[in-house]
């Protein structure tokens, strides 16, 4: 078992930055993939971005490409999301979630296995 908790969520105005946290709690964090994944009122989870077990490989999704930066602190058992130049599209409950399939760069969320509990992002205009 896995336990993940987001912070960081927070009301910003547009143009501002965040960065959300994710810890992790239970087996060895190095064991996973970490993604990040948002849900915005009547809409489904959306992918965000993806990160390997060592960091060493990413992905985001078009829609934040070049505004927010996925990476992880294995020491720290943390994954982060830099979020920059926000903007109202952005508003979501913003997820993490783990994966055992830790070498893969996985955009779905049927192929993670955990969940934390959600972290409200709102942006301004």
């Known amino acids: 078992q896995v336990q993940l908790v987001e912070s960081g969520g927070g009301l910003v105005q547009a143009g501002d930055s965040l960065r959300l946290s994710c810890a992790a709690s239970?087996?060895?964090?190095?064991?996973?993939?970490m993604g990040w994944f948002r849900q915005a009122p009547g809409q489904e989870r959306e992918f965000v971005a993806v990160?390997?077990?060592?960091?060493?490989?990413?992905f985001v999704a078009d829609s934040v490409k070049g505004r927010f930066t996925i990476s992880r602190d294995n020491a720290k058992n943390t994954v982060y999301l830099q979020m920059n130049n926000l903007i109202p599209e952005d508003t979501a409950v913003y997820y993490c979630a783990a994966t055992g399939r830790a070498w893969l760069l996985a955009r779905t969320p049927l192929q993670y296995d955990y969940w934390g509990q959600g972290t409200r992002v709102t942006v301004s205009s």
């Open positions: 990160i390997n077990w060592s960091g060493g490989s990413t």
């Open positions: 239970g087996r060895t964090f190095s064991s996973y993939a």
